[in-house]
């Protein structure tokens, strides 16, 4: 068990479960720059573990993963989500076997891919009861262990301040 889940829900609700930059649900860490440049869009980009893109890149491109460390680009412009510092090969959009929250602004893009919140859920929640329990029902998950950010959101770590901000955007007057 991570050490946040000791904390308490509403702290890990809030999103402030991480400690510093990292997000304390991602264990894996290796010697390599925290931070490198896109290829395509130029955007200084965090790194990401092997599994993520493992479990997230369609089947027939999961092998051609080199034994480099990937970076997640998040500039919502770029088509680039995955990409090395080495030259190699980098994925796009078209290679992932999810929709990417940072790069399609869709309703029906997940914004939490272990518990399948939308933005239109998150949207519909608002608009049917004046306010979303997105991050509560998600820090509860969390608690007690049922989330698994590091394999199944393409950024490879905790949604939650994803969720928080599409909760806030939501929630202005348009």
Known sequence: MNSCCALPVEVIAADKHKSGDACCLVTEKTPTPARAECPVSKTSSRKVQRRTLEHLLK????????????????DPECKCVYFSNERMPYFT??????????????????????????????????????KSTASLQIAQQVK???????????????????????????????
């Not at 959009?93 to 239109?120: H, L, S």
């Not at 007690?144 to 928080?164: H, S, Y």
């Open 144 to 174: 007690v262990g049922n989330c698994a950010c590091n394999i199944k959101n393409p950024k490879g770590e905790c949604c939650l301040g994803d969720v928080n901000t599409v909760v806030k955007q939501a929630a202005q007057p348009a």
């Open 59 to 74: 089947a027939e491109k999961v092998g051609s993963i080199q034994n480099v460390q990937y970076y997640y680009c998040t």
């Open 93 to 130: 959009v078209d290679d992932v076997n999810v929709k990417v929250f940072a790069k399609d602004k869709g309703d029906d893009v997940n914004v939490c891919y272990c518990f399948e919140w939308t933005r239109g859920r998150i949207e519909d929640e608002l608009n049917q009861t004046g």
